[in-house]
């Protein structure tokens, strides 16, 4: 079976959820239906509650209330999602290979070799770099190459183009695109254009 068709039964739901901090609610009435091979572009204000969705979705963070189901999931092929949040969690004192490293055998699920990760992202050169040294681009650059080293099926991903080029920019879309060629799913919050036509939107209100 192909990733695609693997993925292909698969379908992120949420009914009547509502998200919040604590008892405060940022975002109610969600109803979503998002199928393998597609995707959702999350927009609103800061403080709008993006992030806190992507956080519930990823099962972070509990829903106020209704729920949030990845119908056709296996729980025995392990877990789901991919959570990026808008910081880029690499440990400074590795380098970007032994960070990609870590994350290929933490996250298990084994796809795209380290190497290959670092040269689709453009990092040959900083391999053996720590990540404490990268640029602020580069860490964003490591932190996509972290989902290429294992394979999950749904990325939720906050802010992905923060500090990432021009070039970075088409590579995020590059990236998107493929996955849900290949039958995945993401979810993106940002304020920046994501370059996959026909990325539906959900736009949060403002919670001020
Ligand atoms: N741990 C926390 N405890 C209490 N409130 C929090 C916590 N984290 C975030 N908030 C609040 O929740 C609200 C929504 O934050 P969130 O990060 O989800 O918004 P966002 O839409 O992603 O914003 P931005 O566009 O600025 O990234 C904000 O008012 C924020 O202060």
């Known amino acids: 079976m192909t990733p695609g068709q693997v993925h292909s039964l698969l379908r992120l739901e949420t009914a009547a959820l509502a998200v919040g901090r604590g008892d405060m609610p940022l975002a109610q009435a969600i109803d979503l239906s998002v199928p393998a091979g597609t995707g959702l572009l999350l927009r609103g204000p800061n403080g709008a509650g993006k992030s806190t969705l992507l956080l519930t979705l990823a099962g ?72 404490a040294y990268l640029s602020a681009g580069q860490q964003r650059r490591l932190v996509l190459a972290r989902l290429l080293v294992s394979a999950r099926p749904v990325w939720l991903l906050d802010e992905p183009s923060s500090a990432l080029d021009a070039e970075g920019q088409v590579l995020l879309g590059e990236l998107v695109r493929e996955h849900l060629g290949q039958g995945g799913m993401a979810v993106i919050a940002s304020h920046d254009p994501i370059a996959v036509p026909g990325l539906p939107v959900l736009t949060l209100g403002a919670a001020r």
């Open 60 to 131: 972070l963070l509990p829903p106020l209330s209704g729920s949030v189901v990845l119908q056709g999931h296996n729980e025995e092929e392990g877990p789901a999602f991919h959570h990026c949040g808008h910081r880029n969690a690499v440990r400074p004192r590795l380098t970007a290979r032994e960070t990609l490293g870590f994350w290929r055998t933490l996250n298990g699920n084994p796809a795209v070799p380290v190497d290959a990760a670092l040269e689709r992202v453009g990092l040959v050169r900083q391999a053996r770099l720590d990540a």
